[in-house]
């Protein structure tokens, strides 16, 4: 086997093993992160529950792994219900919310757009990921980013990174504000909004949101398995 076709397995086996611990530590740091949010905002005084949403959803989407699917229905539940603030409270309590995710994802963006690339240049080859092709992705989003900025922001799990993909392929700082926050209020909206209408039973929803998160996961995975037999079967030929 040439030394190329032992790079690319390599490569490619290290992409598989990459992506399936990211899944592991999100899976163990998110459970925890439903009773690290629940509980702060089960017991806090009705002012400092706003000033909760709006740090936990900063965190939120600057890849800390606290669950908006239990911050968001439970602050319409006791921020919204609980005060009787009606459709105008679950409106300003989404709008902060998606001002929150806004700035958290910024900072991934921030963190992309300076240092992505570098990280890329030095550690990519032990992935298969290499600058030209972030190059030639960017060729491909330059008409359509805020679209794709827009519809992950409504994706479970991706929403979390795209601020720092969206940095790496140097989408247009202002198109990746308006959608990262356009996307992010829809987001809150349905979220607080039925937080709002079950109140106590609030984690009715959780549930299902679990269920498309884990879909979105095993699409991942589904997808960069794919894509390392593709590679294995690649560099076996070329051996």
Not at 39 to 65: C, K, N, T, Y
Not at 75 to 87: D, P, Q
Not at 133 to 146: G, H, K, L, V
Request: with cysteine; net charge positive.
């Amino acid at each position: 086997m040439t030394t190329a076709a032992i790079s690319a397995r390599r490569g490619a086996l290290n992409r598989l093993f990459a992506g399936l611990l990211g899944v592991l530590v999100t899976s163990v740091v998110g459970s925890a992160g439903v009773v690290a949010v629940y509980v702060p905002l089960r017991h806090a005084h009705f002012g400092v529950q706003w000033l909760l949403v709006f740090v936990m959803m900063v965190g939120e989407s600057a890849a800390i792994h606290l669950p908006s699917e239990v911050i968001l229905p439970v602050g319409g539940w006791l921020v919204v219900r609980e005060h009787h603030l009606g459709l105008a409270g679950v409106v300003e309590l989404s709008a902060i919310a998606a001002f929150a995710n806004t700035i958290g994802s910024t900072m991934l963006y921030a963190a992309g757009r300076w240092g992505g690339r570098a990280l890329v240049r030095r550690y990519g080859r032990w992935f298969l990921v290499h600058e030209d092709d972030f190059d030639a992705a960017e060729q491909r989003m330059s008409t359509n980013a805020p679209l794709a900025v827009f519809v992950a922001r409504l994706l479970p799990v991706i929403r979390t990174y795209d601020g720092f993909v969206a940095g790496i392929l140097r989408v247009a700082p202002a198109s990746f504000a308006l959608a990262t926050l356009t996307g992010s209020f829809v987001w809150c909206l349905a979220f607080v909004g039925a937080g709002a209408l079950l109140g106590a039973h609030w984690s009715a929803i959780e549930k299902p949101a679990e269920i498309a998160g884990g879909a979105v996961l095993i699409m991942l995975l589904v997808a960069l398995a794919a894509l390392t037999v593709r590679h294995l079967r690649s560099s076996r030929a070329n051996a």
